[in-house]
C-alpha cells in the first residue's frame, strides 16, 4: 500500500510548483493531517486515487469511456495494496484498463502533471457515501502502435483526443507546459 508520506511529499512538491491550487486543494491537504491511510478506497471521506494522461506521437491524449458512468475520462482508479509508489499505480491502471504496456513517464522526476478532485457517488466500498477521489495524474508517451484491449468490465470505448481538447483548461496547460520541456 502506497504510504502517506509518498502522498504528502507528492503535494508539498506539487503546491510548490503550483501555489495557486493550495485552496483548490484544501480537502486533500486537510485529509493529509488526519494521520488515516490515504491510498485506502475504505476511506470514506475521500482517498487518493491515480490515473496516467497518455499523448501518442501525434500529441493526442487517450481517454476511455467509463462504463459506470456514461463519461470519457483519463485512464485511472484506485490503488491496490500492491501498489508502492502513486506513478506505479498510475502506470498499472493505464495497463489494466488500455493493455497499453508500453507507456513511458514524461519528466526525470516522474511528479503528478495534474492533481484534481471530485465527488464520487458510486464508489465501491463506501455505498451511499459521497467521498472525494484526489486523483494524481501522470503523463506518459506511448510511442508504439500497440492496440488497445480493453478492460471491458469497467471500459465502453476508447478515444484519442487532441492534446489541448480536454473541458479543465489548467489540466491543458500542465500537460502542455509538461511535453514542451
Known sequence: MIPNEQVHRA???YLGEHPGDKE???ELTEAMGTGELLASRLRAEGHVTCGGIVVNEKRE????LHG???RWFFPGGHTEPEDYTLLGAA???VEEETGLSDVEPVGVEAEPVHIGM???SKCGGNEGA???H???RYLFRHRGEGDLSLQLEEVDDARWAPVGSHSNDILNERVEAALAR
Open 118 to 120: 471530485h465527488r464520487v
Open 130 to 132: 459521497e467521498p472525494w
Open 68 to 70: 459506470k458512468f456514461g
Open 91 to 93: 502506470a498499472r491502471e
Open 24 to 26: 483548490y486543494l484544501r
Open 61 to 64: 491524449m487517450l481517454q476511455i
Open 11 to 13: 503535494v508539498e512538491r
Open 134 to 136: 484526489f486523483d494524481f
